[in-house]
């Protein structure tokens, strides 16, 4: 029944979110890499600017901690394409990390997401137990999205080179080396739709859906 009402746009017109548990990353590929648009990464006003991105969808940023705020620290989000953070549900599991900025050596606190409802408003925090290494951390009740983000606690240059964040625990693989190149976590319009009895006595349904990525709010 609610797939039903999803497909038929009762609640809400769209676009949906799909959770591909084969996604290994779930950054776009130009995001994972650290590289083209600094759009696609939130930062607080002046505090940190990204260089080298700018000029060209190829290009490496370098992430330029100007100052840091009166509360000890400045944050770098990573944003998701459409929606307010990447999409989730409660009870699914989540790493993420940004280990070249950890090999560089930048000054940051442990890696974090931020938790939102399905209205936007944030929940709570979670954080890395040990500075250095990946977050694994539980989706909490309410959580609608996620936003993952660094915070830099002082002055300096580093470039930001790869990130992570995949559903599941792989830390244990990246830890080891492993650098899944970002594949997305596009949203999508419901293009068509079909519900029908199987061969049978109709204990069972067939159910389709074709689906096309949003590409633009």
């Known amino acids: 029944m609610h797939l039903d009402r999803l497909a038929r746009r009762v609640d809400q017109l769209g676009p ?40 060209g969808d190829y290009i490496a940023n370098t992430v330029s901690v100007e100052t840091v705020g009166a509360e000890g620290y400045t944050n770098l989000t990573w944003k998701h394409p459409y929606f307010p953070g990447f999409p989730v549900m409660p009870g699914q599991t989540y ?18 997401v931020a938790w939102y409802d399905v209205a936007n ?17 539980t989706v909490p009740a309410k959580a609608a999205y996620l936003r993952p983000y660094v915070a830099f606690t002082a002055k300096g240059m580093w470039l930001m080179g790869s990130s992570v964040l995949a559903l599941g625990d792989i830390s244990a693989a990246l830890t080891a080396g492993e650098r899944p190149t970002g594949e997305g976590a596009p949203a999508y319009s419901i293009t068509k739709y079909s519900h029908a009895a ?17 590409t633009a709010p």
């Not at 990390?97 to 940051?108: E, F, I, K, N, R």
């Open 95 to 112: 790493t993420w990390w940004t280990p070249d900025l950890v090999s560089a050596g930048a000054a940051m606190m442990t890696a974090r």
């Open 198 to 214: 199987s061969d049978g006595d109709g204990a069972f349904r067939d159910i389709g859906l074709e689906l096309v990525e949003v």
């Open 121 to 137: 408003t944030y929940l709570s925090t979670s954080s890395a137990s040990t500075a250095g290494v990946p977050l694994v951390a």
């Open 16 to 55: 949906v979110a799909l959770v591909d548990p084969l996604t290994r990353n779930l950054l776009a590929a130009d995001q994972a890499a650290g590289v083209g648009d600094p759009g696609k990464w939130l930062t607080a006003g002046s505090e940190i600017i990204l260089y080298g991105g700018a000029f």
